[in-house]
């Protein structure tokens, strides 16, 4: 059990850290995205503040940076189901923060936890 407790405080402050992390936006065109390349969490905003997307990197070669220029891309469900379609929305109204965590457990509990706390209709309770 003391395993379990310390691993539950792990990601307690790793959610800490995500939603303190700095709050950048989406890139205008032609404006690169500035995004780490480790795998991790992050968070997108709509254009009022509000968590609209909890997401993390299980296998992108190119981390974090990678499937938020996928979103942008609409190479994502998020982008087809959220945004019809349209990842240039994103550009210049949206906005994210985003953690490298480089514990591949620890990043699945990390975004569990997020979406539970910050975007709970994407489990259908919102």
């Known amino acids: 059990m003391k395993s379990l407790a310390f691993e539950q405080r792990a990601v307690k402050k790793l959610l800490s850290d995500l939603v ?3 709050l950048q936006r ?32 299980p296998k992108a070669r190119g981390g974090i940076a990678q499937r938020l220029r996928d979103h942008m891309a609409a190479a994502s469900s998020f982008t087809l189901q959220y945004l019809k379609g349209k990842g240039s929305k994103l550009r210049g109204n949206y906005s994210y923060r985003c953690l490298v965590v480089e514990n591949r457990r620890h990043r699945a509990l990390l975004e569990a936890y997020a979406t539970g706390c910050l975007c709970p209709a994407h489990i259908g309770l919102g």
């Open 26 to 57: 989406f890139p205008r065109s032609g404006e690169k995205l500035q995004a780490p390349s480790g795998r991790g969490v992050y968070l997108i905003y709509d254009g009022r503040g509000r968590v609209v997307h909890v997401g993390r990197t």
């Open 20 to 22: 303190r992390s700095r």
